[in-house]
């Protein structure tokens, strides 16, 4: 039997806060919304956007093995 995983990615502050940039996470469930993942790897972010596959995608976005997930925390700058 095949494990189910995702490829994450951590960008900015998110990366500095967690400790780690990139990581292969195992999907909890068969149907596992880029949200729920968020909630269970601890990731908290307000104004937080998601890229699957590298296009931006909404919260309740259904995952599916190997997919690309990354967290974007808002850019801050001047």
């Known amino acids: 039997m095949t494990t189910a ?3 994450v990615l951590l960008f900015g502050r998110l ?3 967690h400790g780690w940039r990139e990581r292969r996470v195992e999907l909890p469930r068969p ?3 880029a949200a729920q993942l968020q909630e269970a790897l601890g990731i908290h972010c307000p104004g937080l956007r998601w890229a699957v596959n590298q296009d931006f995608a909404p ?5 599916q093995p190997d997919d690309e997930l990354a967290f974007l925390p808002p850019i801050t700058g001047g």
């Open 31 to 33: 149907a596992t919304t």
């Open 15 to 17: 990366r500095e806060e």
């Open 5 to 7: 995983t995702v490829r």
């Open 59 to 63: 919260p309740d976005h259904l995952l």
